[in-house]
């Protein structure tokens, strides 16, 4: 039997980042993953004179763990910033692209939201907070900024993120900063503005907010956390992954091929979904796995499209995003080639659309013909184009997209801390927890790498 210190389930972005800091402590680490390759759904595709991601596209520089990530990483793989294009969204409405607006000028001529609630929207920091810690996104929306605000701002940009419903969704969960910023100054402009004129840190400063990918895709940062946290690190291939404790260790087992995996170690991560941790995970108490694993996933279809010339409306902007009130067959468009270089030849152009979603999670079903029919006749209608003849089509199925972090997110945190508890050197990753976004996976990569190096055990 194999004996390392730690042990980690898991090579996507959040179990990569922790053994990239524990091998730079110098620490005694094993890396497992069912995969044959690292960076779980992050994976960058070369085509037909394409780059095209299947899995994330791109990320926020919302932590200063993302910036100190590619500090660390210099010479290995370079940060790509998105241009200025990407500043400009286009939200649809009765059939017709509208600009989002960026600043109180533009908020008042915007046709997105109707003049009661751009009213309503200016008197926004003179109303109460709310008291209710399990408020859903759309109760607080409607509460402080009005009906067509949720109808044309915040419901697409859900959508954006979550692939998810506002009547579901809990901000102090799911939208950690925007619940603060009413709870800590009553307001969310108000908040806003006053947060503006706070002194900032030097980590602070890190935190631009702006969208990010990697020079030749987000694999060159996830190949790069490989290869500087070393390969013979890793087990990759992996099935049949279980941890079992008995007498203090933590006992691995998998298999790899012909090869039977066994390692004890004193400490063990789980970086995968909630929906594979009752497999992973046997001895944890069925009551509390329950609690820890009942949690909603957006199945999501990304479709890829690539031309080499294209015809079509001017993309212009980060993309556009589609309420759910307009009842289309399509969640949104990125813009990739707009915002990102190197994603389509000088004169084509590479979008990424998704499908789905929770609240129309029966098209995840349909067959890639019919989604290929609906994609034609949305793309052909919104992008303007007078025939759909893409030079690259590319589709991926996620039956575990993202996350849901509804009211019942408190529970499944203190479940979590109950269980790390109740089995020291036992700590539990990944998305059911933390964030969903790529800045959330390195923060908490790296916060989990600085909790093991000071466990002692």
Request: charged content about 25%; some cysteine; aromatic content about 10%.
């Amino acid at each position: 039997m194999e004996q390392k210190d730690i042990v980690i389930i898991g090579a996507g972005l959040t179990g990569l980042t922790t053994a990239f800091y524990l091998n730079k402590a110098g620490a005694d680490f094993k890396v497992l993953d069912l995969l044959d390759r690292p960076g779980g759904v992050i994976h960058s595709m070369q085509e037909n004179d394409f780059n095209y991601e299947e899995g994330p596209n791109t990320g926020v520089v919302g932590t200063a763990e993302v910036f100190d990530l590619f500090e660390d990483l210099k010479g290995l793989c370079e940060l790509e910033v998105a241009n200025d294009a990407v500043n400009k969204r286009y939200i649809l409405k009765n059939g017709k692209w509208e600009k989002l607006p960026s600043g109180l000028k533009e908020g008042i001529k915007t046709p997105l939201f109707t003049l009661k609630d751009k009213f309503r929207i200016l008197g926004e920091p003179f109303r109460r907070k709310g008291t209710n810690p399990h408020e859903t996104l759309a109760e607080l929306v409607k509460r402080r900024m009005g009906q067509s605000f949720l109808d044309y701002a915040i419901d697409p940009f859900i959508l954006g993120v979550y692939a998810g419903d506002p009547n579901y969704l809990v901000p102090k969960y799911a939208l950690p900063k925007l619940w603060n910023l009413e709870q800590d100054f009553g307001s969310f402009i108000g908040g806003s503005i006053k947060k503006s004129f706070q002194k900032k840190d030097e980590q602070s400063k890190k935190v631009t907010r702006k969208v990010f990918s990697a020079k030749n895709g987000l694999s060159s940062l996830t190949n790069a956390l490989y290869q500087a946290s070393k390969p013979e690190n890793f087990d990759l291939g992996v099935k049949n992954i279980q941890i079992n404790h008995e007498n203090g260790l933590y006992i691995i087992t998998g298999q790899n091929g012909d090869k039977q995996i066994e390692i004890a170690a004193k400490k063990v991560i789980t970086a995968t979904g909630a929906y594979a941790l009752d497999k992973i995970l046997p001895f944890i108490p069925a009551n509390e796995m329950n609690k820890m694993t009942n949690l909603t996933y957006a199945k999501v279809i990304e479709v890829t499209l690539g031309f080499k010339t294209w015809k079509g409306r001017p993309l212009d902007g980060f993309g556009g995003l589609i309420p759910f009130k307009e009842n289309r067959d399509v969640l949104g468009y990125l813009f990739l080639s707009a915002f990102l270089s190197d994603k389509a030849p000088k004169e084509g152009a590479l979008l990424t659309i998704f499908m789905g979603g929770v609240r129309k999670a029966e098209l995840t079903y349909l067959s890639d013909d019919k989604i290929r029919e609906m994609v034609e006749k949305e793309t052909t209608d919104l992008m303007d184009l007078s025939e759909f003849k893409p030079d690259l089509f590319k589709l991926t199925r996620y039956n575990h997209a993202i996350p849901q972090y509804g009211a019942d997110s408190g529970i499944r945190f203190d479940t979590i801390d109950k269980i790390q508890m109740d089995f020291p050197g036992l700590l539990i990753g990944g998305n059911l927890r933390g964030g969903i976004g790529m800045a959330d996976r390195i923060k908490q990569g790296k916060e989990l790498a600085d909790q093991l190096l000071k466990t002692n055990i």
